[in-house]
């Protein structure tokens, strides 16, 4: 469905639906600020949720004139009062409108009651209750498309919404195959769907949760779907999350691959484009990493001063959980020129507050392995040999088993720069032999030619 333009004017609920859909969703409300109708009102608050304002969205459900309503209609209208209330905190209230929307649902079916199970098992998901979210998920995908199903919402996006958080509940165990094979899944049915129906926003939600596997992981395949995708879809406002989180996940698959050049165009870009100033900063310190591993001197230097400036306009003492590894980042950036702020940047990582209690955030293995790296780096720029490898060691250790292969292959790189010991040169060249082209495989065998040339000229004297 194309929006048509919003020019500040009232607009009939199906102009603002196809807003909605198109991730314009502050438009879809401002379209829709007079319209007391049940339709309007269900759409507006829809938007709202999807904005982040509860409130906003109870007092439009509440503001509507609702009368007698059809069935689906009136299932729709307790499901996102539920929605609503647990968004708010209040579960006992919404536990209530879930019991009535499931007695509709139980009459109807189809898009109705697979959104009712998507919206429990999401609080189960939120509540830490895994195993009962993978439960109620397991009931959702027996749920059938209705034929004629007059729902709001397209069973496909629903569907697909399903196999994201399925995906989600993976990645908590630790199963990324599985993680990777539902997000592609969902994001082939939203391909498919028909671009009436298309929820851009579930799209690129989708997208964001696949980006970091596609990094993290190397996944070739998957990156050609991730790159169609992201070069395809309408990017609004609305989405400037994921499209920097697709976005720099492609830059650093690019650069892992061998594709400097690319991959430092690719960077600028998300810096550009960041949403935040922290996202900002992140960007431009992955561009003068790569700019080191290049020896490109002068974008290196460029970076740094740029990266400085930002850092010098985010306050670090608000800052935790997962970007809070933006520490960890420009200490070891510093650590290459000035030893006594790599360790200040390290020191204000340890003072930063723990990361918030929800399972979205990053495994515990994973910020330690990051710390470890970020350690490791700090202590043999001070000196601190054996302190440095040890910590260097057990990062490749953490990386292995989170299955990570090419940051397990860049501390084994760093392991063996700082040991100097043959046998840590050659684990690191058979650990970067994925990634030919890159600067991983080129730094191991640099390692191996330098150990050679070294032994040579023992012999020669």
């Given at each position: 469905?194309?929006?048509?333009?919003?020019?500040?004017?009232?607009?009939?609920?199906?102009?603002?639906?196809?807003?909605?859909?198109?991730?314009?969703?502050?438009?879809?409300?401002?379209?829709?600020?007079?319209?007391?109708?049940?339709?309007?009102?269900?759409?507006?608050?829809?938007?709202?949720?999807?904005?982040?304002?509860?409130?906003?969205?109870?007092?439009?459900?509440?503001?509507?004139?609702?009368?007698?309503?059809?069935?689906?209609?009136?299932?729709?209208?307790?499901?996102?009062?539920?929605?609503?209330?647990?968004?708010?905190?209040?579960?006992?209230?919404?536990?209530?409108?879930?019991?009535?929307?499931?007695?509709?649902?139980?009459?109807?079916?189809?898009?109705?009651?697979?959104?009712?199970?998507?919206?429990?098992?999401?609080?189960?998901?939120?509540?830490?209750?895994?195993?009962?979210?993978?439960?109620?998920?397991?009931?959702?995908?027996?749920?059938?498309?209705?034929?004629?199903?007059?729902?709001?919402?397209?069973?496909?996006?629903?569907?697909?919404?399903?196999?994201?958080?399925?995906?989600?509940?993976?990645?908590?165990?630790?199963?990324?195959?599985?993680?990777?094979?539902?997000?592609?899944?969902?994001?082939?049915?939203?391909?498919?769907?028909?671009?009436?129906?298309?929820?851009?926003?579930?799209?690129?939600?989708?997208?964001?949760?696949?980006?970091?596997?596609?990094?993290?992981?190397?996944?070739?395949?998957?990156?050609?779907?991730?790159?169609?995708?992201?070069?395809?879809?309408?990017?609004?406002?609305?989405?400037?999350?994921?499209?920097?989180?697709?976005?720099?996940?492609?830059?650093?698959?690019?650069?892992?691959?061998?594709?400097?050049?690319?991959?430092?165009?690719?960077?600028?870009?998300?810096?550009?484009?960041?949403?935040?100033?922290?996202?900002?900063?992140?960007?431009?310190?992955?561009?003068?990493?790569?700019?080191?591993?290049?020896?490109?001197?002068?974008?290196?230097?460029?970076?740094?001063?740029?990266?400085?400036?930002?850092?010098?306009?985010?306050?670090?003492?608000?800052?935790?959980?997962?970007?809070?590894?933006?520490?960890?980042?420009?200490?070891?950036?510093?650590?290459?020129?000035?030893?006594?702020?790599?360790?200040?940047?390290l020191d204000a990582y340890d003072r930063a507050a723990a990361p918030k209690g929800n399972v979205l955030s990053r495994h515990e293995q994973w910020r330690d392995a990051r710390r470890r790296d970020a350690l490791g780096t700090v202590l043999a720029a001070e000196g601190c040999t054996t302190l440095a490898l040890a910590s260097l060691r057990a990062a490749v250790v953490a990386w292995d088993e989170l299955s990570v292969?090419?940051?397990?292959?860049?501390?084994?790189?760093?392991?063996?720069?700082?040991?100097?010991?043959?046998?840590?040169?050659?684990?690191?060249?058979?650990?970067?032999?994925?990634?030919?082209?890159?600067?991983?495989?080129?730094?191991?065998?640099?390692?191996?030619?330098?150990?050679?040339?070294?032994?040579?000229?023992?012999?020669?004297?």
């Open positions: 469905m194309r929006a048509v333009p919003y020019l500040g004017r009232e607009l009939p609920s199906r102009d603002a639906t196809a807003l909605f859909l198109s991730a314009r969703s502050a438009e879809a409300v401002a379209a829709l600020r007079r319209d007391r109708s049940a339709e309007a009102a269900l759409l507006r608050a829809r938007c709202l949720l999807r904005l982040g304002d509860p409130d906003s969205a109870l007092a439009s459900l509440r503001w509507a004139d609702i009368g007698t309503l059809p069935m689906h209609v009136e299932g729709e209208r307790h499901v996102l009062l539920a929605a609503a209330l647990s968004y708010g905190g209040q579960r006992d209230a919404s536990r209530e409108h879930y019991a009535s929307a499931e007695r509709i649902a139980n009459k109807s079916g189809g898009a109705l009651r697979l959104e009712l199970e998507l919206n429990l098992a999401v609080d189960a998901w939120n509540s830490r209750d895994t195993q009962h979210a993978q439960d109620i998920l397991k009931s959702a995908f027996e749920i059938v498309r209705v034929p004629g199903d007059s729902y709001s919402r397209s069973f496909a996006t629903l569907r697909a919404q399903a196999l994201e958080l399925s995906g989600l509940l993976a990645g908590a165990r630790e199963d990324y195959v599985l993680q990777a094979a539902l997000l592609v899944e969902a994001s082939r049915l939203m391909a498919e769907t028909s671009s009436f129906e298309r929820d851009i926003s579930v799209q690129a939600s989708i997208l964001c949760n696949l980006a970091p596997l596609v990094w993290d992981h190397h996944l070739v395949d998957e990156s050609e779907i991730l790159w169609h995708a992201a070069t395809t879809i309408p990017w609004t406002a609305e989405l400037a999350t994921a499209r920097y989180v697709v976005h720099r996940s492609l830059a650093w698959h690019a650069a892992l691959k061998g594709h400097n050049i690319d991959a430092l165009a690719r960077f600028r870009e998300c810096a550009d484009f960041a949403p935040t100033i922290s996202w900002r900063l992140a960007s431009t310190l992955d561009r003068a990493y790569l700019a080191a591993q290049m020896r490109e001197k002068i974008i290196l230097r460029e970076e740094m001063l740029r990266a400085g400036t930002f850092a010098a306009c985010i306050s670090w003492d608000d800052v935790a959980g997962d970007e809070a590894e933006l520490l960890l980042d420009l200490a070891e950036a510093n650590a290459r020129t000035d030893v006594t702020i790599a360790r200040g940047w292969s090419w940051r397990s292959a860049r501390s084994a790189l760093a392991l063996a720069v700082v040991s100097k010991n043959p046998l840590d040169a050659a684990a690191a060249k058979q650990r970067s032999l994925s990634f030919h082209g890159s600067w991983l495989i080129y730094g191991a065998r640099a390692i191996t030619r330098n150990r050679s040339r070294s032994k040579g000229g023992l012999r020669g004297e």
